[in-house]
């Protein structure tokens, strides 16, 4: 059974750090593109970063690109991380972590979710 977990939100104050992780079990092997997405109330979930199975292609969001970083450690369980630094309360969100078999920064193409971390930035 694949599961999913994301650990590591909180409160944080404007200009600080957080680093997201995402546990996953349940895979047959590694070859799986993982993202990062975030949602706030009323509006769609959005893209953040994504990473391919093999850690070597990134893309980011706009909003993000030069604060965020993803990574992954493929050894035994999958781990997936998402380093994110200068925040500002526009980042504030629920973070999810996302599997897909295609490197690609639409929501519908990934199959497995996991249940969302809190992030909340104070200004």
């Known amino acids: 059974q694949v599961q999913l977990v994301e650990s590591g939100g909180g409160l944080v104050q404007a200009g600080g750090s957080l680093r997201l992780s995402c546990a996953a079990s349940g895979y047959k092997g590694s070859s799986y593109a993982m993202g990062w997405f975030r949602q706030v109330p009323g509006k769609e979930r959005e893209f953040v970063a994504s990473i391919n199975w093999n850690g070597i292609t990134s893309t980011y969001a706009d909003s993000v690109k030069g604060r965020f970083t993803i990574s992954r450690d493929n050894a035994n369980n999958m781990v997936v991380y998402l380093q994110m630094s200068r925040l500002i309360p526009e980042d504030t969100a629920v973070y999810y972590c996302?599997?897909?078999?295609?490197?690609?920064?639409?929501?519908?193409?990934?199959?497995?979710w996991g249940q969302g971390t809190q992030v909340t930035v104070s200004s």
């Open positions: 996302a599997s897909t078999r295609r490197h690609t920064t639409a929501a519908e193409y990934y199959d497995f």
